[in-house]
């Protein structure tokens, strides 16, 4: 049995960051309406030069497909950048490990995973990866795409509260996401890590002399700065392959705590934002009701199905299976630290791995995948809310059918343009599983043999977990011994999968939300549905479960279903 | 450029309830195509300038200042001054005068980063707990093993050990030394990190750091 004691920590963590969201959303809220907020003395001028440079203002605003046009031209130059650094890495400045340059595929696959929110990587960083493409455009993704994902999650709020039928400037959001949000709290976070014990050096490598002979190479680097940006932009990359396991990134169980509240800091938060851009009152209660509910049977599970001992190890004597479920995991954290690390990092997609996901229990890793399907609670920073926003829409949409009456939401009516976009950017996640997992399967890219169930649903499971994290622009992995995802087949297909499933939803949201934009706000009628209410939170919620399991019940049977029973 | 029209929302009568929209028609772009190409530009190389290059170059002259033991990898030193290694890695210690660590994927070779052990009903799985319970002397002993010595961490390199299951091992580094089991207990005990408040985190060992202190014990 769980000791209970052990649960207090994730409990007062959870509960600070629920305690600093609403503070936080307001302020979030104060940058994305351009309203005074803290820190204007000094960063309203240096963000007037910023507009002046790039050539645009605050009162320039866009509509959708501008937006999106803008959107895309920062990241396809940021995406260019980091693939020319990968595959000339070797020749670039900071090679301090000799890093070979990156074959064509295996660059498109990183810079398409790093920008795109998704950080999965093909390759073994000690290794293959230099210092510098680390630190200078890696780290530039990491700034790069939460900021975008801020910016589009407050461009689709902004439908709500406009009527002139645009909704926003995409530089001034990046740019306010920047100087704002992501650097401020991202520089005190690095702070905070090495005070934990993070490494944060410009001495990259330190041979070490073994007590038994031989030599050991220590990595060090800027990892501290790294990590922090990693967790609070949602994007979950590592500066050691290993990820935030590796000691040196995550050294104790007080930082793996603070991960825990840096990685959802911003999407719990964002439903606060929404509530005060809206300026409606208690609108913001049944996104964080609908996200702590299912988080928090999320972590409960999790930590259960870990706790039991594996039946397959009962026949070995004298193997004492307490404390946890060790393979894969680290001494240092207690198994609901652990698991709670485990489950908010994938829920809010940003897919660091503190114990190795491929020697979890089946029933944990179905656990993950669930929280990659919905990809909204809480989903990454900006996008993650915009996904929870349009589950609400068609929430609404379906339960206005079902009363019989036209559906509108924040005095703005819901129509079938709106629906069409909300179902796209839905089935758009299924269907970039799906389409490349099939021919992965069928072109026999993994070994699935009939005769071995049990390793077999592993692999079939491995496959899957890889589609859905790029998909879901997660990174998280379940690597298994006998799958091997560093060919140029799994890197191409998983490189467009991930930028599908980035920028259509993007592009639904914006239009989405232009499509509000360009009506007027109704006033309530008698039959208008009470969208502040416990009632809407829990119709919410069972919306959300019911319609991803049913767009997922298939693929669920085939891979981890199999492995449990 | 479309201003926004005031609507009758904004004159305080009530407006009526119709579906048309407010704006019709195609909103014009606020942006001409040079003036994207010059934001973006702009953009992405300030941006370059600061998160890559200003970002970490700040954080890490501070960083030497508040905590540079821990800045620069939590390393360990011989008393001859070379580094023995980190507090943080995990390295081979299978020597039999000293306490080992847990099993590695990676033989504790960093360039190799990590790997994944096998899944809970991966028949691997047996296989490889029973030649890690082989190879640290439990096969035939068949006395009690914590399943944290014998089965393989997440980064390969996990520094750290349940105190059981370095107390389990005190027989084997007696016979070894010149140590008594009760002198080695009580060495063991003196090392075991407690969790800073008792329910954050566990007791653990790190077993890098008990052989460092081991060493000049047994006289090597």
Known sequence: ?565 | MSSPPSGAAASGSPAPRRAEPEVAGRVPSAHSWSTHLRATLVLLLLSILVTGLAYPVVVTEIAQVINPYGANGSLLYFPNGTVAGSALVAQNTDAPYLFWERPSLTDYNTTLGTDTPPGPSDPALVNETLSYMAQYGYYTVNASVPFWLVSASGSSVDPDLTPEAVLVQIPRVATNTNLTEANLTAFVNAHIVSPVLPFVGVAYVDVLELDLDLLPMIGR
């Open chain 1, 1 to 565: 049995m769980i000791d209970l004691r052990s649960l207090w920590d994730i409990v007062a963590v959870l509960g600070l960051a629920l305690a600093a969201a609403p503070f936080f959303g307001d302020y979030l809220a104060r940058v994305y309406t351009n309203r005074p907020a803290f820190g204007d003395v000094v960063l309203a001028p240096i963000e007037r030069g910023i507009y002046r440079l790039l050539g645009t203002s605050p009162r320039k605003s866009m509509p959708a497909r501008e937006y999106m046009v803008a959107l895309l031209l920062v990241n396809a130059g940021a995406w260019l950048f980091m693939f020319w650094y990968f595959f000339d890495q070797s020749t670039l400045p900071l090679n301090p490990t000799g890093a070979p340059n990156m074959s064509w595929d295996l660059a498109f696959h990183s810079a398409s995973s790093f920008i795109t929110n998704t950080d999965f990587t093909h390759f073994t960083n000690e290794s293959q990866i230099s210092a510098g493409a680390i630190m200078i455009a890696w780290q530039l993704a990491l700034f790069i795409s939460p900021a975008t994902g801020l910016a589009v999650g407050a461009a689709m709020v902004r439908g709500f509260i406009r009527r002139d039928g645009t909704v926003g400037n995409f530089y001034v959001d990046v740019v306010r996401s920047l100087t704002r949000v992501l650097l401020p709290i991202a520089f005190v976070g690095a702070l905070i890590m090495v005070m934990m014990g993070v490494p944060e050096t410009f001495d990259w490598t330190v041979i070490a002399h073994p007590i038994t002979g031989g030599t050991q190479v220590l990595y060090l680097g800027p990892v501290a700065s790294y990590q922090s940006i990693s967790l609070l932009g949602t994007n979950g990359g590592g500066w050691y392959s290993a990820n935030m396991v590796s000691p040196l990134a995550n050294p104790s169980a007080v930082s793996n705590l603070f991960g825990i509240f840096i990685m959802l800091l911003i999407p719990i938060s964002s439903p606060f934002a929404f509530g005060r851009m809206v300026r409606r009152k208690g609108e913001e209660w049944p996104f964080v009701g609908t996200i702590l509910i299912v988080l928090v049977v999320a972590i409960a599970l999790f930590i259960v199905y870990q706790e039991a001992t594996n039946p397959a190890l009962a026949s070995l004597t004298g193997l004492v299976q307490t404390n946890g479920y060790p393979v894969g995991s680290e001494v240092r954290f207690s198994l609901p630290e652990g698991a709670t690390f485990q489950v908010v990092s994938v829920y809010a997609n940003v897919g660091a791995n503190n114990l190795m996901i491929g020697a979890v229990s089946p029933v944990a890793q179905l656990v993950l995948l669930f929280g990659m399907f919905t990809q909204s609670t809480p989903g990454g920073d900006g996008t993650g809310f915009g996904m929870l926003l349009l589950f609400a829409v068609l929430a609404i949409f379906v339960g206005g059918l079902m009363v019989g009456r036209t559906p509108e939401y924040l005095g703005k009516k819901i129509e079938t343009s709106q629906v069409r976009w909300a179902a796209l950017a839905l089935l758009s996640h299924p269907a970039s599983i799906l389409i490349p997992f099939v021919v992965a399967v069928v072109g026999g890219q993994v070994p699935i043999d009939a005769s071995t169930v049990g390793a077999s649903s592993h692999n079939f499971t491995a496959v899957l977990y890889e589609f859905t994290s790029e998909s879901a622009n997660n990174g998280s992995a379940l690597s298994t011994a006998a799958f091997n995802d560093a060919t140029p087949f799994f890197n191409i297909t998983g490189a467009l999968v991930m930028l599908v499933g980035r920028y259509v939803p993007i592009f639904a949201m914006l239009k989405v939300g232009e499509i509000f934009a360009r009506q007027r706000t109704l006033p309530a009628g008698p039959g208008t549905l009470r969208t502040a209410s416990g009632t809407f939170t829990i119709y919410l919620t069972l919306f959300l479960i019911i319609v991803t399991t049913l767009l997922f019940l298939p693929v669920i049977a085939m891979g981890p279903l199999a492995q449990i029973l």
